[in-house]
């Protein structure tokens, strides 16, 4: 998710004086004590294998959902009914369940509430009129038998507690729960609703009661949302059907069930054309928006029905005020899958939303090449209030963006279906396993698409855009990744994006080399799809494709805040013959360490570069090699090409200035 970027620097000063203050009064007190994992990579076993795959016994549970929702204008709230059945397919016997309440962040006594700074509320957490869930009632099915249940509702969690245990290895259970809520304005950066002047545009989601996740890592994986944190989900099939006024269209995640009863002959005539056309087709063009001609009914409500298969999510917006077009999306089986946009009427022009169904539509293609191939048939990018967030098939952006950012946020967005929506891995506790990853992905759609277009835009190299963090800001991290995302400074959440991201191309571009690493990379995406890695999961993996011992690196990178700076110090000459070779002293004063890129030039013109690996450093903090010259050196550089995170790059020169 792109979020909290815009508004984050009003708090940086305040939040950063904070947290001097607290460090300048000697206080002992080391938040990295309760909230930083620790570093010891697990021994492999029958659940997830040494190698970083899942292991003969892996298991994890499903959740398979039948929703129904009505939207109400009136009140502007969403009310519903979730039946959810639920698979217990682990080796323990559970006698309660788990299930999110998300929405009820947005109660005044929630913790994220108590845990937003004075100094701000930067993603709309606090402000909302009667905010959370109302829960009406809940029953449990169990063995043919129902009876109600008294829920244990803490925060924005929910226990269910069992009349019988649910028991090991594909047990089932069947948990109904009537609910209600209102819909904020500016939900956390995650849904709401925005005043167009053609009519409201409502985003809904975390809109209906969840399952928590199982695993045999943590058992209940139970951490309150509290508005940055994101989500873990169980992955299962969804049936849901929104019931909105007559005159909205309804955009939900996955497959239109009942198109010739909510749409008309036209809408239904132009969706099969794009379907086949590579080039963008108006669904409802801009003189057409909030028509009644475009409308199988002017009164009255209309009840649209979605289903989703094996998915970890769904979401949905509704609105009378939006353009609406479509392209076909090429993917490797040759499946057919569509690419849609839908946008209020101020959000249009070359430079704006007119091309964002180009942007969904080529980012696609490019993942699907390169990485995994796009499991579901329709992507739905929504112009709305929200600056960035990502559900499965479906992506809530800001309306008003355009040109560049326009199209690093459409790439980045859909990005995440492959992680963590595909790749599913804990975004609540290691947020950079899916926003770092899906930032590395979206340096490769960035210069692939349209001949490299925005490879270069000027407006992306900021941090404002995650992914291309300058290399200068490294020093400046105070917590380590491995951070839980809650505990993380405010004014340094770019991390989790652009660190992860510069890392993993560290690794391709110097330690291991594109070839191994891509592999390594895709066989990670390909084995974890549709399961729950950890990030020593994650470690292994690449560890074990790639054929490198690369601890050094996921400690150094993830769990601490080290920084390399590298120097050239000495040049001397065998024999004091420059054409009997040079002997070159390189030194790392830093605590990182990372392969040496060493630059000669002679006098003779000639230049040469050398790679030494990471284990010249492995004995000692100095390194002397010798250079096979043949005349004098005139220059000696350190990673010349600045492609190291080298925080003082003055003493990187040998030689001629």
Known sequence: MRKLFFAAGLLCSTLFAMAQSATDNGS????????????????????????????????????????????????????????????NNSPDKLDYVWLQLDQNLFN??????????????????????????NIADVSVTYGGKTYKVQPI?????????????????GDKVSIKINYRFNIPAYGADRMGRVYTKNGIVYTIAQWYPRMCVYDDVEGWNTLPYMGLGEFYCEYGN??????????????????????AQVLTPTEIQRLAKAANSDKTVAIIEPGEVGKPNMRPTSSGNLTWHFTMKNTRDVAWAASTALVWDAARVNVPSGRKVMAMSAYPVESMGDTGWSRATEYLKHSMEIYSKNFFEFPWNVAVDMGCNITGMEYPGMIFNDYLEKKGPLWFVIAHEIGHNWYPMVVGSNERKYMWQDEGFNSYINYFANELFNNGEYAHDLALFSKRHFA???????????????TVSEAMDYGQHYQYYSKTAVGLKLLRDVVVGKERFDYAFRKYTEIWAYKHPTPYDFFHAINSAAGEDLNWFWKEWFFTTWTVDQAITDVQYVDNDASKGA???IVNKGRMILPAIVQ????????????????????????????????????????PAHVLPDVERGNDVWGKK
């Open 600 to 639: 000669v030039t002679e006098s003779n013109g000639k230049t040469n570069t050398i790679t030494l690996p990471v284990e010249v450093w492995q004995r000692g903090g100095t390194w002397t090699f010798k250079y096979a010259s043949v005349s004098k050196i005139d220059k000696v550089v350190l990673d």
């Open 28 to 87: 002992a007190y080391n938040p990295h004590d309760f909230f930083l994992q620790g570093f010891n990579p697990p021994a492999g076993n029958a659940y997830r294998s040494a190698n970083g795959s899942p292991g003969p016994q892996y298991w994890q549970n499903s959740a398979s959902y039948t929703i129904h929702a009505t939207l109400s204008e009136k009140d502007t709230s969403v009310t519903g009914d979730v039946l959810i059945q639920y698979t």
């Open 108 to 133: 005044a006594a929630s913790r994220g509430t108590a845990a937003t700074p004075t100094s701000g509320d930067v993603i709309g957490i606090l402000g909302v009129d009667k905010g959370g869930y």
């Open 583 to 585: 002997l070159i002293t």
């Open 468 to 482: 291309w963090l300058d290399q200068t800001e490294l020093p400046k991290l105070k917590d380590p990744m491995m």
């Open 153 to 169: 509702i803490s925060d924005t969690r929910m226990q269910v507690r069992l009349n019988s245990s649910l028991l090991p290895k």
């Open 238 to 259: 969804f049936d849901y059907y929104i019931t909105a006024p007559a005159g909205m269209i309804v955009y939900g995640s996955g497959d239109l069930q009942n198109a």
